[in-house]
């Protein structure tokens, strides 16, 4: 079954592009004009993943953002002008797992919702009956890869695709430190390249969740090396 995108964009030349491109890669497309819209298209049915505009009238892209974290995972990619390295920290900080900034070339926005959407979706898997496969603990931290979830005590840590990412590649690797290049080739999947800090937006917002569940830091920093979780 095709996956299902939702574009967002008050721009309707743009929303039309990005919805002629996706449309010709055979994905499901829906279009919003505003935050708004945006939100009322969501509660109606599900998508697999939301290309999202930050400058729009009424509701703009970073609150449409945070309102979908306080209780979703939906993989979310944000477009904007802006393209001043504060305004990518602050859009990867609300919850975006991805940034583009405009102008873009259609086609790589199509790789990269590619990529975004196997990064997101890679982990599930149909799990027989009986088994308890994928299974990660870490203490009273439950990861199941299966279902692309994580708990403390059966309690949900509600994560993005790209917070799972990064914290089932540490907690599979216990005691194992990985720098910011590691994470992001294994994680992103991409070249890595030495001013990227978008690995340290998402370990910071991981590691705020896992704290605030857990009560206790559970992500250590290896200053000048990388990151680990002891297990």
Not at 52 to 61: A, E
Not at 80 to 86: F, P, V, Y
Request: proline letters at 3%; one cysteine or more; charged letters at 25%.
């Amino acid at each position: 079954m095709a996956k299902s995108i939702l574009i967002v964009d008050d721009d309707r030349e743009i929303a039309n592009l990005i919805d002629i491109y996706l449309k010709n890669e055979g994905f499901d497309t829906a279009q919003a004009h505003d935050g708004e819209e945006a939100l009322a298209k969501l509660s109606e049915k599900p998508f697999h993943l939301i290309v999202l505009d930050v400058m729009m009238p009424k509701m703009d892209g970073m609150e449409v953002c945070r309102r979908i974290r306080e209780n979703g995972s939906i993989p979310i990619m944000m477009v904007s002008a802006k393209a001043e390295h504060m305004d990518k920290i602050l859009g990867l900080m609300t919850g975006a797992d991805d940034y583009v900034v405009k102008p873009f070339n259609p086609l790589e926005l199509v790789v990269r919702v590619k990529t975004l959407l196997r990064r997101a979706y890679q982990y599930v898997q149909q799990v027989l009956p009986g088994e308890e496969e994928g299974l990660l603990r870490v203490n009273e931290l439950t990861i199941n890869k299966s279902t692309h979830s994580a708990e403390v005590e059966g309690r949900p840590v509600h994560l993005t695709s790209t917070e799972f990412g990064i914290l089932h590649l540490l907690a599979s690797n216990p005691g194992r430190v990985f720098s910011a290049e590691d994470i992001f080739q294994q994680v992103w999947k991409e070249k890595y390249f030495e001013s990227n800090n978008t690995v340290m937006v998402h370990i910071s917002k991981l590691r705020d969740k896992l704290e605030q569940e857990l009560g206790r830091k559970l992500i250590t920093t290896v200053w000048g090396v990388g990151y680990k979780i002891e297990s």
